[in-house]
Nanobody
């Protein structure tokens, strides 16, 4: 089992940057695909970014390509989401998830463990 805790969210102006962190405990994340999802009010949870077990492959939603970057440090049991050039549409609760397996997945149904989320609010 893995426990995940997100941090780093907050209020930022459009065009600004934030870095989200996901701290894992209970079990190493080295054998898990990790991902970031987000959920805005009135909308379903959507895929943002994913990274495979060793960090060699990443995937992004089209809406965030070129602006957001996912990374991981298995030795520290941490996953990060660097967010740049933020837009008002990026406002959401951001969740960290862990999926069993070697290859990254984009479907939220493939993720077994979730954090409680961290709020990101981007003001225009």
């Amino acid at each position: 089992q893995v426990q995940l805790v997100e941090s780093g969210g907050g209020l930022v102006q459009a065009g600004g940057s934030l870095t989200l962190s996901c701290a894992a405990s209970g079990r190493t994340i080295s054998r898990y695909t990790m991902g970031w999802f987000r959920q805005a009010p009135g909308k379903e949870r959507e895929f943002v970014a994913g990274i495979d077990w060793n960090g060699r492959n990443t995937a992004y939603a089209d809406s965030v390509k070129g602006r957001l970057g996912i990374s991981r440090d298995n030795a520290k049991n941490m996953v990060y989401l660097q967010m740049n050039s933020l837009k008002a549409d990026d406002t959401a609760v951001y969740y960290c998830g862990a999926a069993s397996g070697w290859i990254l997945v984009k479907n939220s149904q493939g993720y077994t463990y979730w954090g409680q989320g961290t709020q990101v609010t981007v003001s225009s």
